[in-house]
């Protein structure tokens, strides 16, 4: 615990496709004020005790999108990000570590949520990259930081050193 929370690594995924898009789901979430509002995140979540985060990236992305990839083929983090945020009614620190993997395309499957995740989750789409620059919608990590990583992965790849993102 760093600072008196509860920490929770995460492993998440940048899961592109072919026209360059990129896959975010919509949920209802409570602030801890209990203001609630709607935002968009990319697939992953928490890792499973003993899981390193490459291996909780592929889980949580074959659950919430019937995508199976090997932790492998996800390689090397591309970007960090440490936030504080209520989960499941406790405020929690999230060290969570971005993953890219692309696809030729894919139909998103989310038979495998979780019953949270079925509670909350709304929606997803994918978005372009002009999309993510001109939102006013509620993206993490922030629209325009994403935007930025995606362009760096079309121009050079994946960044030798993860990019940190803002809480």
Do not use: K
Not at 24 to 29: C, M
Request: aromatic share 8%; proline share 6%; with cysteine.
């Amino acid at each position: 615990m760093l600072g008196g929370l509860p920490e929770r690594p995460s492993g998440r995924v940048l899961l592109i496709d072919e026209a360059r898009r990129l896959l975010l789901f919509r949920a209802r979430e409570s602030e801890s004020t209990g203001v609630a509002r709607t935002i968009w995140f990319l697939p992953g979540g928490g890792a499973e005790p003993d899981e390193s985060l490459s291996e909780c990236a592929a889980r949580e992305l074959l659950e919430e999108t019937g995508l199976r990839v090997r932790p492998e083929d996800l390689g090397r983090i591309a970007g960090v990000r440490q936030v504080t945020f209520p989960f499941q009614g406790t405020e929690i620190l999230a060290n969570e570590a971005y993953f890219v993997h692309a696809v030729s395309g894919w139909e998103v499957n989310t038979s495998g949520f979780t019953e949270l995740e079925r509670d909350v989750i709304l929606d997803h789409r994918w978005w372009t990259l002009r999309e993510l620059q001109t939102t006013n919608e509620i993206v993490f990590p922030h629209a325009t930081e994403l935007a930025d990583l995606l362009e760096q992965i079309f121009v050079s790849g994946v960044p030798a050193e993860p990019v940190h993102f803002s809480p």
